[in-house]
């Protein structure tokens, strides 16, 4: 699967609202919408990984990739998916 199917896929599936602000995004998918909570280059294994994408507005996704520490909501889902990774409790895509 490439990333634009499964990016699809995801937007199919969603309210189409950034997962923080909840603004309501439109009906087309952009590429800036969707966020790999744990990094794709660093965790390739989870690039496919439905629970890996948050839908954030572009404004939310710049911030994240900016300082994390802008938007606290993001960064405790990162935490936790990486207190998981670390204990093995993650299933690979």
């Not at 199917?5 to 997962?19: H, P, T, V």
């Not at 994240?64 to 889902?77: S, Y």
Request: glycine content about 4%; some cysteine; charged content about 30%.
């Amino acid at each position: 699967m490439d990333d634009r199917e499964f990016y699809i896929k995801i937007w199919n599936k969603s309210k189409k609202r950034c997962s923080v602000t909840g603004r309501y995004l439109g009906s087309e998918p952009l590429f800036t919408f969707f966020h790999h909570i744990l990094n794709k280059a660093r965790y390739p294994e989870y690039r496919h990984c439905e629970w890996n994408i948050i839908i954030l507005s572009p404004e939310v996704h710049s911030q994240v990739e900016t300082n994390i520490d802008f938007v606290p909501e993001v960064k405790k889902m990162t935490q936790e998916l990486l207190e998981k990774h670390r204990e093995g409790h993650l299933k690979k895509c």
